[in-house]
Nanobody, 121 residues
Framework: QLQLVESGGGLVQPGGSLRLSCAAS????????IGWFRQAPGKEREGVSC????????NYADSVKGRFTVSRDNVKNTVYLQMDNLKPEDTAVYYC??????????????WGQGTLVTVSS
């Protein structure tokens, strides 16, 4: 059974860092683009970042550029989102999603259950 599981969320102070992981089970991530999304309370879900299957292409929302870095380790079957200089407005549930294509795009086919990130002093 195909499953994506996020981990690494938690409570962090403004200016701090967290690294989220998206681990796959039941299949290999090698051939698929992976996206990161977030949904803050009372707001719509928004795209944060995406990485192509090879890792050679990445993109970021303007709100996180220069602070977040997406990467992948296909040997470990895991995609990461390194989040630095976190701000209170980054507080949200973060989801990873798999796209049944090797390149990033707008449609995603499988979703994880999410991990909560809270940025607060």
């Amino acid at each position: 059974q195909l499953q994506l599981v996020e981990s690494g969320g938690g409570l962090v102070q403004p200016g701090g860092s967290l690294r989220l992981s998206c681990a796959a089970s039941g299949f290999t991530l090698d051939y698929y683009a992976i996206g990161w999304f977030r949904q803050a309370p009372g707001k719509e879900r928004e795209g944060v970042s995406c990485i192509s299957s090879s890792g050679g292409s990445t993109n970021y929302a303007d709100s996180v550029k220069g602070r977040f870095t997406v990467s992948r380790d296909n040997v470990k079957n895991t995609v990461y989102l390194q989040m630095d200089n976190l701000k209170p407005e980054d507080t949200a549930v973060y989801y990873c999603a798999l796209r049944e294509r090797s390149w990033c795009g707008n449609e995603y086919d499988y979703w994880g259950q999410g991990t909560l990130v809270t940025v607060s002093s």
